[in-house]
């Protein structure tokens, strides 16, 4: 019995551990814009078709295919920004987000001519069989995604706590105007809060490529998930997203397993808006900080 | 001014040119049209795709060939962007303006049960791409509508006489949750009882998923004594991993939509030892010489592939079939709409087509049985055909 809990805790881990990546990416852009940008589950398969692409086609060493892929996708996200966002000139939150699902729609437009519709997948990152814990198995390829989103957390922490720029993107998030007036160049930290988005999205997307394959049109199911994911843990809250995340997974999985799966991702959204009703700020955002912000 | 009229004499030049085209081809008879109503874009457009592919060559392949009866094959076609509206549509579009004298598709079962009472109104023959048994039962009400597919029913037919011949009785069966994956968990409690199986575990999973452990492992603990998954697209590959990972000991049996090398590559060796009932198009060149599908398995999938450089897989083959039928039709009978619906009924008989050997009749209108399917195993990275 003991055992086959263990195997849906890890198969929520597994899952959870996807959602919390994609949830992550979502913070970056919402820490200093305040715009949700729905484009974010494609930055992901970017990540994983582009590593595809550069390892399987191209046949690169790992590391190289992982960094180009990673450059290439803040590349996007720096185009995305610059032809999109900015040419806006406004501050209409609402119709930027609009334009950032656009954006996702011509994204996936583009891949499905690039790589058509059918799924890929390479090597995990490590070959082997994968863990057995007291019966239960785990993939090897879990515990990668675990540890780069860990990383992930720690670094940006650093980067949002520690840094100027950092600290400027935050200003920027509360109030553009005070930021400007402070000398902030709001342009840039727009920018490069975009660039900075894809390339985690592109991580992630690397990372979870061997566990769940990837094709053109996983971006929306993993966005959805992922945003779910972060509003769960307190939009903005880098650890709130990889607690919304694997906390979401387990429910979905341990519904899967003691009650039926069919219900499974019912259950886990009813639990999240019951957990919205009663902290609307998420398990991790603060009230009052969240009546500051626009959305 | 000027500008308009030098676009006119563009325009009216270029429709004239075109004309020629139209003509050049074969004698100067009016062209034979035939409909197509095909999910080219929308959630189902991995049917639709190869099945477009399909049709397009086979125009010109024909027409190359001389057309049919010195008459020049158009073939029309329309994407229903994986909707029931726009197959209406499409199909009124075909039958009123276009005066096709049969429509091929459409692609998903749903759109193909929307067209039914109109097809039958216009006293046009349909044959469908889709699986869905309901397509053409009851035949006392599908007069006009055939179709090439094997049923669910006949894959369920096929896996589970194979289970029984190895003492497999007892099932636990995991489904994807779209309209395949709901004809298939159908198909498979029906045809259950009938044959002395048991279903001990059902489980889903959402098209998109990236983990089934949880599932898989309630059906072992179930006491399965094999699993069946009914999906096409990556869940199935996901599965086939998980199940490997999990070392469950019971053998894993897939649905007929297992029929791509791309899933055995992207499985890598965890597909080893999995068994599904597959058309012979993905096994042609194991069967032997005398088969009748043989020859015609090599061709199609051997231009398809020199021309798309992708496998036509078994949804292009259903295309094939489709419009082969109809142009068989037309060979035979000439480009009548009630005499092409009366030889499909009674004039198929053990033609080889993609997907089997078909014998219609007035009471079938599909024309294939389980005998259509051969188990098939995967070993050493390749399809091998179990006896």
Known sequence: ?295 | MRFGKIMLSVVMSVMFVSLLFVTAGAAGKEPIKIGAILSVTGPASFLGEPEKNTLVMLQDQINKAGGIRGANLQVIIEDSKSDETQAVLAAKKLLEKDNVVAIVGPSTTGESMALVPIMNAAKTPLVSCAAGAPITNPVSEREWIFKTPQYDTSAVEAIYTYMKKHGITKVGIITIATGFGDAGKKALHEIAPKMGMTIVAEEKYGPKDSDMTTQLTKIKAAGAQAVINWSVGPGQVVVTKNWHDLKMGIPLYQSHGWGSKKNIELAGKAAEGVIAPLGRLVVWDKLSDKHPQKALLKKFESDYKALYKSEPGTFGGHAYDSLMMVVEAIKKVGPDKKKIRDYLETGITKMPGTGGVYTMSAKDHCGLDAGAFEMVVVKNGDWEILK
């Open chain 1, 1 to 295: 019995m003991f055992t086959v809990f263990l195997q849906f805790l890890f198969s929520g881990l597994t899952v959870g551990a996807v959602y919390a990546l994609v949830g992550m990416g979502f913070n970056i852009i919402y820490n200093s814009t305040s715009i949700i940008n729905m484009a974010q589950g494609e930055f992901v398969v970017i990540g994983g078709l582009f590593m595809w692409f550069f390892s399987e086609t191209v046949k690169l060493p790992f590391f190289l295919s992982a960094i180009l892929t990673v450059l290439a996708a803040g590349f996007v996200g720096l185009l995305m920004e610059r032809f999109t966002i900015k040419p806006l000139k406004s501050n209409d939150l609402l119709l930027m987000i609009m334009v950032t699902i656009a954006v996702s729609i011509l994204m996936r437009g583009l891949l499905m001519f690039k790589f058509g519709k059918d799924p890929y997948s390479y090597a995990p990152f490590t070959e082997g069989e994968p863990l057995n814990i007291a019966g239960a198995v785990i993939q090897q390829q879990t515990l990668w995604v675990i540890g780069i989103t860990a990383c992930c957390i720690v670094l940006l922490f650093l980067f949002f706590n520690r840094t100027m720029m950092g600290k400027a993107m935050r200003a920027c998030a509360v109030d553009t105007t005070a930021a400007k007036l402070v000398g902030i160049n709001v342009s840039r930290v727009v920018m490069i809060s975009f660039i900075l988005s894809a390339m985690v999205g592109a991580i992630g997307g690397i990372a979870i490529t061997p566990i769940s394959l990837m094709e053109y049109d996983k971006g929306p199911m993993l966005a959805v998930k992922g945003f779910c994911a972060a509003i769960m843990g307190g939009l903005g809250r880098g650890r709130g997203a990889v607690i919304g995340g694997f906390a979401i997974g387990i429910l979905e999985s341990m519904t899967a397993g003691y009650i039926h799966s069919g219900m499974k991702d019912a259950v886990a959204l009813v639990i999240m808006l019951a957990i919205l009703f009663f902290r609307p700020a998420g398990l991790f955002g603060s009230v009052a900080m969240s009546k500051l912000r626009k959305f």
